[in-house]
């Protein structure tokens, strides 16, 4: 099946930890997203990435890095910088097209902070 | 900026009444519009949306919005819901620039009384 597969479902961080969050894609999509959700502030873009090898910060960057070393990967580390991670993050693919790009979404990773 | 509003944080309402959710946008470009629906324990996934032509669009499972460019607005609807309809609804337009990011509304939250 066609989609995208994010891992793990739900993670717990130390303080002081870095975690990473998984999202892997098999629809052959150039463009890669990342996502947080949090109760009544729908979704905001961390970070995205059009084509391989290169990726750029969204609105909410900070304390979060990403890396796009192959097409169908787009992980994403929640550094100890982030003072709070705890949310729904949720990871996209979309062919590269200026506006009318249909974004195909997994079925998130919870992150919670022990 | 782009931004997307969404009047309705939550909404409830008994089987078979008729729905309407409030979408207003500020978009400079071409406009292209989108509504997401995530049902409770599933993938985000995209509702209906808005390029060019008939102004009323369809969806699926019976959704419709209509596209007022004089009122910079682009309202979800549906005659008569179903208790299947709960979920959480989002608005959402293109970026700024040729990032093809999307920008969301809040969220509307669903909830539909058997």
């Known amino acids: 099946d066609g989609g995208i597969t994010q891992s793990p479902k739900y993670l717990f961080r130390k303080e002081g930890q870095n975690v990473t969050l998984s999202c892997e894609q098999n629809l052959n999509h150039d463009a890669m997203y990342w996502y947080r959700q949090d109760p009544g502030q729908g979704l905001r873009l961390i970070y995205y990435s059009q084509i391989v090898n290169d990726f750029q910060k969204g609105d909410i960057a900070e304390g979060y890095s990403v890396s796009r070393e192959k097409k169908e990967s787009f992980p994403l580390t929640v550094t100890s910088a982030q003072k709070n991670p705890t949310a729904f993050y949720l990871c996209?693919?979309?062919?590269?097209?200026?506006?009318?790009?249909?974004?195909?979404f997994g079925a998130g990773t919870r992150l919670s902070v022990l | 900026a782009q931004s997307v509003s969404q009047h309705n944080h939550h909404v409830i309402l008994s089987e078979a009444a008729s729905l309407e959710l409030g979408c207003n946008y500020s978009y400079g470009g071409t406009v292209n519009l989108f509504w997401y629906v995530q049902y409770p324990g599933q993938h985000l996934q995209l509702l209906l949306k808005?390029?060019?032509?008939?102004?009323l669009v369809k969806g699926i499972k019976g959704f419709e919005a209509e596209f007022i460019k004089s009122k910079f607005s682009f309202n979800l609807r549906k005659p008569s819901v179903q208790w299947s309809d709960t979920a959480e609804y989002f608005c959402?337009?293109?970026?700024?620039?040729?990032?093809?990011?999307?920008?969301f509304g809040q969220g509307t939250t669903l909830q539909v009384k058997p």
């Open positions: 959402a337009v293109p970026g700024s620039s040729n990032t093809g990011k999307l920008i």
């Open positions: 996209a693919s979309s062919i590269v097209d200026i506006a009318k790009n249909i974004q195909y």
């Open positions: 808005y390029f060019s032509g008939d102004p």
